[in-house]
Protein backbone atom coordinates (compact mmCIF):
# COMPACT_ATOMS: atom_id res chain seq x y z
CA UNK A 1 0.00 0.00 0.00
CA UNK A 2 1.58 3.40 -1.40
CA UNK A 3 0.35 6.64 0.52
CA UNK A 4 0.40 10.24 -0.53
CA UNK A 5 0.01 13.52 1.42
CA UNK A 6 -1.56 16.44 -1.19
CA UNK A 7 -0.67 19.66 0.23
CA UNK A 8 1.94 20.77 2.94
CA UNK A 9 0.64 23.37 4.95
CA UNK A 10 0.13 23.26 8.70
CA UNK A 11 -2.25 20.40 8.05
CA UNK A 12 0.15 18.03 5.48
CA UNK A 13 2.67 18.74 7.79
CA UNK A 14 1.36 17.49 11.03
CA UNK A 15 -0.05 14.65 8.60
CA UNK A 16 3.48 14.35 7.60
CA UNK A 17 4.74 13.79 11.38
CA UNK A 18 1.95 11.42 11.89
CA UNK A 19 3.86 8.97 9.48
CA UNK A 20 7.01 9.38 10.21
CA UNK A 21 6.29 8.63 13.77
CA UNK A 22 5.69 5.45 13.05
CA UNK A 23 8.35 5.11 9.91
CA UNK A 24 5.73 5.07 7.02
CA UNK A 25 7.11 6.44 3.87
CA UNK A 26 4.17 9.08 2.88
CA UNK A 27 4.96 11.04 -0.45
CA UNK A 28 4.23 14.64 0.12
CA UNK A 29 3.28 16.94 -2.89
CA UNK A 30 2.06 20.36 -3.81
CA UNK A 31 1.65 22.29 -7.02
CA UNK A 32 5.45 23.51 -6.75
CA UNK A 33 8.32 22.15 -7.53
CA UNK A 34 9.28 19.10 -5.05
CA UNK A 35 12.81 21.34 -4.76
CA UNK A 36 11.40 23.85 -3.56
CA UNK A 37 10.14 22.12 -0.09
CA UNK A 38 12.10 18.96 0.19
CA UNK A 39 14.26 20.49 3.19
CA UNK A 40 11.25 21.08 5.08
CA UNK A 41 10.42 17.51 4.47
CA UNK A 42 13.57 16.26 5.25
CA UNK A 43 13.65 18.01 8.66
CA UNK A 44 10.41 15.88 9.52
CA UNK A 45 12.44 12.54 8.80
CA UNK A 46 13.96 9.84 6.15
CA UNK A 47 10.38 8.49 5.35
CA UNK A 48 8.93 11.83 4.12
CA UNK A 49 9.77 12.13 0.20
CA UNK A 50 8.83 15.14 -1.74
CA UNK A 51 6.72 14.58 -4.51
CA UNK A 52 5.25 16.03 -7.68
CA UNK A 53 1.71 15.80 -8.33
CA UNK A 54 1.95 13.89 -11.03
CA UNK A 55 3.98 11.50 -8.45
CA UNK A 56 1.77 11.97 -5.82
CA UNK A 57 -1.09 10.34 -7.60
CA UNK A 58 -0.07 7.45 -8.08
CA UNK A 59 -0.59 6.31 -4.74
CA UNK A 60 -2.89 4.25 -3.71
CA UNK A 61 -4.04 5.91 -0.03
CA UNK A 62 -4.33 9.76 -0.95
CA UNK A 63 -4.76 12.54 1.79
CA UNK A 64 -6.40 15.89 0.50
CA UNK A 65 -5.05 18.78 2.67
CA UNK A 66 -5.04 21.86 0.76
CA UNK A 67 -7.62 24.80 0.49
CA UNK A 68 -11.27 23.42 -0.62
CA UNK A 69 -11.75 26.17 -3.06
CA UNK A 70 -8.04 23.83 -4.96
CA UNK A 71 -9.72 20.84 -5.10
CA UNK A 72 -11.07 20.82 -8.11
CA UNK A 73 -7.78 21.84 -10.04
CA UNK A 74 -5.98 18.92 -8.25
CA UNK A 75 -8.83 16.59 -9.46
CA UNK A 76 -8.00 17.41 -12.68
CA UNK A 77 -4.44 15.63 -12.30
CA UNK A 78 -5.95 12.13 -13.34
CA UNK A 79 -9.42 11.86 -15.44
CA UNK A 80 -10.14 8.66 -13.46
CA UNK A 81 -9.93 8.33 -9.69
CA UNK A 82 -10.70 4.69 -9.92
CA UNK A 83 -8.57 2.80 -7.66
CA UNK A 84 -7.94 5.69 -5.24
CA UNK A 85 -8.65 5.99 -1.75
CA UNK A 86 -8.88 10.05 -0.99
CA UNK A 87 -8.87 10.78 2.86
CA UNK A 88 -10.75 14.96 2.59
CA UNK A 89 -8.93 16.37 5.49
CA UNK A 90 -10.37 19.71 4.24
CA UNK A 91 -12.44 22.48 5.88
CA UNK A 92 -14.58 25.01 4.51
CA UNK A 93 -16.95 27.93 5.30
CA UNK A 94 -18.86 27.49 2.18
CA UNK A 95 -22.09 28.86 1.56
CA UNK A 96 -24.47 25.51 1.57
CA UNK A 97 -25.76 27.25 -2.21
CA UNK A 98 -22.27 26.70 -3.37
CA UNK A 99 -22.45 23.23 -2.17
CA UNK A 100 -25.41 22.30 -3.55
CA UNK A 101 -26.83 22.05 -0.01
CA UNK A 102 -24.33 18.73 -0.09
CA UNK A 103 -21.71 18.23 2.85
CA UNK A 104 -18.59 19.66 1.61
CA UNK A 105 -17.27 15.70 1.33
CA UNK A 106 -19.95 14.96 -1.35
CA UNK A 107 -18.81 17.88 -3.32
CA UNK A 108 -15.52 16.59 -3.43
CA UNK A 109 -16.37 12.78 -3.84
CA UNK A 110 -18.10 13.92 -7.41
CA UNK A 111 -14.79 15.98 -8.71
CA UNK A 112 -12.75 12.60 -7.94
CA UNK A 113 -14.69 10.61 -9.99
CA UNK A 114 -14.49 6.51 -8.93
CA UNK A 115 -12.39 7.60 -5.82
CA UNK A 116 -13.84 5.98 -2.62
CA UNK A 117 -13.77 8.67 -0.10
CA UNK A 118 -13.30 9.18 3.50
CA UNK A 119 -13.74 12.51 5.66
CA UNK A 120 -11.26 12.18 8.26
CA UNK A 121 -8.40 13.76 10.11
CA UNK A 122 -9.82 17.01 9.39
CA UNK A 123 -12.02 17.75 13.07
CA UNK A 124 -8.60 18.42 14.88
CA UNK A 125 -6.65 21.70 14.61
CA UNK A 126 -3.34 21.53 13.04
CA UNK A 127 -1.55 22.33 16.43
CA UNK A 128 -3.17 19.20 18.31
CA UNK A 129 -3.09 16.60 14.86
CA UNK A 130 0.60 17.45 15.14
CA UNK A 131 1.03 16.17 18.82
CA UNK A 132 1.56 12.20 19.55
CA UNK A 133 -1.57 10.90 19.56
CA UNK A 134 -0.29 9.01 22.87
CA UNK A 135 -2.00 10.43 25.48
CA UNK A 136 -2.08 9.55 29.12
CA UNK A 137 -1.99 6.02 28.31
CA UNK A 138 -4.79 6.64 25.78
CA UNK A 139 -5.05 7.56 21.92
CA UNK A 140 -6.20 10.42 20.37
CA UNK A 141 -9.65 10.23 18.51
CA UNK A 142 -9.86 10.59 14.30
CA UNK A 143 -13.49 10.52 13.34
CA UNK A 144 -14.37 8.90 10.27
CA UNK A 145 -17.60 9.45 7.91
CA UNK A 146 -18.05 7.58 4.49
CA UNK A 147 -20.84 6.38 1.78
CA UNK A 148 -18.22 2.90 1.34
CA UNK A 149 -17.89 0.86 4.43
CA UNK A 150 -14.96 -0.90 3.20
CA UNK A 151 -13.02 2.69 2.36
CA UNK A 152 -13.67 3.74 5.63
CA UNK A 153 -12.72 0.22 7.31
CA UNK A 154 -9.23 0.58 5.45
CA UNK A 155 -8.64 3.97 6.14
CA UNK A 156 -9.82 3.48 10.28
CA UNK A 157 -6.80 0.30 9.92
CA UNK A 158 -4.30 3.03 8.60
CA UNK A 159 -5.59 5.81 11.71
CA UNK A 160 -4.78 2.60 13.93
CA UNK A 161 -0.86 1.93 12.29
CA UNK A 162 -0.76 5.71 13.03
CA UNK A 163 -1.52 5.37 16.74
CA UNK A 164 -4.90 7.44 16.29
CA UNK A 165 -8.41 5.99 17.64
CA UNK A 166 -10.58 5.40 14.72
CA UNK A 167 -14.00 6.49 15.61
CA UNK A 168 -16.85 5.60 12.39
CA UNK A 169 -19.28 7.98 12.24
CA UNK A 170 -21.52 6.35 9.45
CA UNK A 171 -22.50 8.25 5.86
CA UNK A 172 -21.52 11.48 4.89
CA UNK A 173 -24.83 12.82 5.53
CA UNK A 174 -25.44 10.76 8.30
CA UNK A 175 -22.82 11.36 11.57
CA UNK A 176 -20.65 12.66 8.77
CA UNK A 177 -22.64 16.01 9.67
CA UNK A 178 -21.02 16.17 13.00
CA UNK A 179 -17.55 16.90 11.30
CA UNK A 180 -18.66 19.09 8.42
CA UNK A 181 -19.64 22.90 8.16
CA UNK A 182 -23.35 23.63 7.33
CA UNK A 183 -23.38 27.53 5.99
CA UNK A 184 -20.85 29.35 8.29
CA UNK A 185 -21.74 26.88 11.53
CA UNK A 186 -19.16 24.29 12.38
CA UNK A 187 -20.44 20.60 12.64
CA UNK A 188 -20.59 19.31 16.98
CA UNK A 189 -17.64 17.06 16.58
CA UNK A 190 -15.00 19.31 14.86
CA UNK A 191 -12.16 21.24 17.00
CA UNK A 192 -13.01 18.77 19.50
CA UNK A 193 -10.25 16.90 20.72
CA UNK A 194 -10.78 13.45 22.66
CA UNK A 195 -8.87 10.56 23.78
CA UNK A 196 -10.23 6.75 23.67
CA UNK A 197 -8.69 4.80 26.52
CA UNK A 198 -9.04 0.75 25.70
Do not use: C
Amino acid sequence: MSYAIIGFGKIGHALARAFARKGIEVSVATTRDPARFASDAAAIGPTIIPATLADAVKADIIFLAVRFESHPEIAKTLPDWKGKTLIDAMNTLAPLEELDGLPSSAVVAKAFTGARLVKGFNHLAAAILNQDPAVHGGRRVVFLAGDDDGATAEIGALAENLGFAPINLGGLSEGGLLVHARGNRWGHLIFKDLVKFD
